[in-house]
């Protein structure tokens, strides 16, 4: 009885303890965190002399979205997108956009494609490179059929499609964006 008893003691003890630990460092991990994303996001942009701000979320469910600006003058924005139709799961990239829609680059951040074949997606690739200055509003964001578009990689039609599937689905989230920071006297 005894021995249940010290045992009890000492599990309460390191619950209390650990607890403690992890409210004491929880503030210096998401500060951490954070640095983090605003590097990442630092890199998708062109100017290395932008900078960032958090722009308040139009619902609670709204991930974060970030006004980019350079020397005071507003550049765009730039946001998370994601597909989960790459050829082994979800990619994840950065996407930073004009105040008119117009594609400034996009910087991805997670994917597991084949090494070697899925990288198409990486930064300075040129696959990536076709989508910079294309609008993400206007219909130039398909996969080359016949004529105009963005030219898939072979051996990486999967990725391509994905990359260009994950555009597709956040041009309604860019226009809500870009119709929300217009306001109502645009």
């Not at 309460?12 to 605003?38: F, K, M, N, Y």
């Not at 970030?66 to 998370?80: M, P, Q």
């Not at 930073?96 to 494609?113: K, L, N, W």
């Not at 090494?115 to 206007?138: D, K, N, W, Y």
Request: charged residues 20%.
């Amino acid at each position: 009885m005894k021995q249940i008893a010290a045992l009890t003691m000492v599990s309460l003890i390191l619950g209390l303890g650990i607890s403690t630990l992890d409210q004491w460092t929880a503030p210096e991990i998401a500060q951490s965190q954070e640095e983090v994303r605003r590097e990442a996001i630092q890199r998708v942009l062109p100017s290395d002399a932008e900078t960032i701000t958090v722009l308040p979320p139009a619902s609670p469910a709204d991930q974060p979205i970030y006004r980019s600006s350079l020397a005071g003058k507003e550049t765009g924005f730039v946001y998370g997108i994601a597909t989960k139709e790459g050829y082994n799961g979800t990619i994840r990239a950065w996407l930073a956009i004009s105040p008119e829609g117009i594609i400034r680059g996009i910087r991805t951040f997670t994917h597991q494609e084949t090494p070697g074949i899925g990288h198409i997606v990486e930064a300075g690739e040129p696959f990536v490179s076709q989508f910079e200055g294309l609008s993400i509003l206007g219909n130039e964001i398909e996969l080359r059929e016949d004529g105009g578009g963005i030219d898939a990689v072979t051996g990486a039609t999967i990725t391509s499609r994905a990359m260009v599937d994950a555009l597709i689905k956040a041009r309604p989230m860019v226009n809500a964006l870009l119709e929300r920071e217009k306001g109502p006297n645009a």
